[in-house]
Structures are given as structure tokens and as C-alpha cells.
């Protein structure tokens, strides 16, 4: 692997990649947009807002199934 690629942090990288993409589906949204009267900063957390909640759900539905089966193994 590159030693370039060691440093990255892929939260960083992720939320760089997920902006440049909410920019430009905004950015081709155009005025038919139901968002379209918000400034385009305004729609943009708006989106981000969204991409955050689903993946907090992801991440907090994993960790109830780790902690359901970390119970099934413990001993009564």
C-alpha cells in the first residue's frame, strides 16, 4: 500500500467526497428543487444533515446487534 494512503482518514476523506457530491446534485437540482428558495450553503447542510442521520441509524442499529450478540454470549 502506499505510505500516502496510511495517513488518510477515511472519515475525513469520506465527508470531502460526500460534500463535493452534495454540491453538485444541488448544484444540478436547480430551481425545480423543492429546496430551491434556501441558499445553496443552506441545502447543503440541509443534505449533509440527512446523510448524517442515516448513517448515525447505520452505525447505532450495528452496535444494538454487537451488544445483542455479546449478550447471547455471556453465561447466565
Do not use: C
Not at 488518510?8 to 429546496?35: F, K, M, N, Y
Not at 434556501?38 to 443534505?47: F, G, K, N, P, V
Amino acid at each position: 500500500m502506499p505510505s500516502f494512503l496510511k495517513n488518510v482518514d477515511v472519515d475525513v476523506l469520506l465527508s470531502v467526497v460526500t460534500h463535493a457530491i452534495i454540491r453538485r446534485e444541488v448544484d444540478q437540482a436547480g430551481p425545480s428543487d423543492p429546496l430551491s428558495s434556501l441558499s445553496i450553503d443552506a441545502r447543503t447542510i440541509t443534505m449533509e444533515s440527512r446523510r448524517l442521520s442515516s448513517r448515525i441509524r447505520s452505525i447505532d442499529e450495528r452496535l444494538r446487534r454487537q451488544i445483542e450478540d455479546a449478550d447471547k454470549d455471556q453465561p447466565v
